[in-house]
């Protein structure tokens, strides 16, 4: 099914305007279940309710409040708030260009493509082009239903990627949960964890070797469900040790590692055995 344009708008940067379509980047993969009522199998609806009047109220009867203090509600009506809402542009106003690796991926709240309207592929290119080769990405706002955004464009496989971001005030400062006077590590046991990282590196992300198993086992489970068997309860998993001596986890790491990639070689090593053997043979025919 081709992907389908969700809203339309305009990259800024200088005097050059690029007519942009947006699109959805990613979407979630989670099950969903309803609420269904037990004795008879229907989907139950959800109601408003009031518990100091101790009834269901319609909608027509809700009004937005803004807690200014406990129980003390500020008022507003709809028309009150579209008045404070900014007024709609689609235009992206880049403000600056900024090294990608200055951007901390915790800001990153949404993802969008964006791709070209018609006519505007040399100059969306162009574009794409001199972000990917320098490393810059683009920091720039955007305004949407009403609100105004910070973004992020990023160059990636000859195209454009809108990042929605957190603004500062909006991201928790790490010292909240680590106070700088935790408790160093000694340089021994950096070396052995820098070890144990190099051991377990790769060359590059590569997301489609990861499964969500816990999806996997639910569509078994359901399809167990579909065929009118029963489903069984897992064998739980057992809790790991706790770490006493830091310095001898890590040792112990490195050796498992080290184990694995041997035997990963050794299993290897008839294959590239009989690789050689058909590349000498070939190289006699010729």
């Known amino acids: 099914m081709p992907a389908r344009s969700i809203g339309s708008g305009t990259i800024s940067f200088g005097l050059v305007t690029i007519p942009v379509k947006l699109y959805v980047a990613t979407h979630s993969e989670q099950p969903h279940f309803n609420l269904l009522h037990a004795p008879c199998g229907t989907r139950i609806r959800q109601q408003l309710f009031c518990p100091r009047c101790s009834r269901t ?11 200014v203090s406990k129980d003390q509600y500020a008022l507003f009506t709809d028309e009150e708030l579209r008045a404070l809402e900014a ?20 800001y990153f709240q949404q993802s969008h493509y964006l791709g070209p309207d018609k006519g505007a592929e040399k100059a969306y290119l162009l574009l794409a082009d001199a972000m990917r080769e320098t490393g810059m990405g683009a920091l720039a706002q955007h305004t949407s239903r009403g609100k105004e955004q910070l973004v992020l464009l990023r160059a990636v496989d000859g195209g454009l990627v809108l990042h929605t971001l957190y603004y500062a005030d909006e991201v928790r400062p790490l010292a ?10 000694k340089p021994g046991e950096v070396d052995l964890a820098r070890r144990l990282v ?16 816990w999806r996997d086992r639910l569509a078994e489970a359901v399809a167990k469900k579909v065929a009118g068997e029963e489903v069984t309860a897992a064998a739980a998993v057992p809790p790991r040790a706790r770490v006493i ?14 184990g694995r990639a041997g035997k990963a070689g050794a299993a290897a090593a008839p294959r590239r055995a009989a690789a050689a053997v058909r590349g000498r043979r070939r190289a006699a025919k010729k």
């Open 176 to 185: 909240e949960i680590v106070p700088p006077a935790a408790a160093k590590p």
């Open 57 to 67: 109220v319609e909608r027509s009867e809700l009004r937005k409040g803004y807690e």
């Open 245 to 258: 001596d830091l310095m001898d986890a890590l040792r112990q790491s490195i050796a498992r590692e080290t």
């Open 198 to 213: 190099s051991q377990l590196s790769a060359e590059a992300f590569h997301p489609e070797r990861y499964r969500d198993h």
């Open 87 to 106: 007024a709609a542009s689609p235009t992206i106003d880049i403000q600056e260009f900024v090294p990608l690796a200055s951007v901390d991926p915790i």
